[in-house]
């Protein structure tokens, strides 16, 4: 298990500036060295702003519960 802290990430408003902020910064993967970041938000809302932003290439580990955090990888727990 991972020493890192668990950082759970809302995306607020879908219809603000809120998640291509939240998707840009988490593009870069330097970000797994210092937390475990779970997003909190709907899977459909997620892979549309993907699509609109170009970010096909950004992986993430869908979960249902925390507990199913990995740990190596950025989550989207669907709400």
Do not use: T
Not at 6 to 12: A, E, F, K, P
């Amino acid at each position: 298990m991972s020493k890192l802290p668990v950082i759970g990430i809302s995306i607020g408003d879908l219809n603000s500036i809120a998640p291509e902020v939240v998707l840009k910064s988490l593009h870069d993967h330097r970000i797994l060295d210092y937390c475990v970041p779970v997003i909190y938000a709907s899977v459909k809302a997620i892979n549309f702003w993907k699509k609109l932003l170009n970010l096909s290439d950004l992986q993430l580990n869908y979960i249902r519960s925390i507990d199913q955090v990995n740990h190596r990888k950025i989550n989207l727990l669907n709400v």
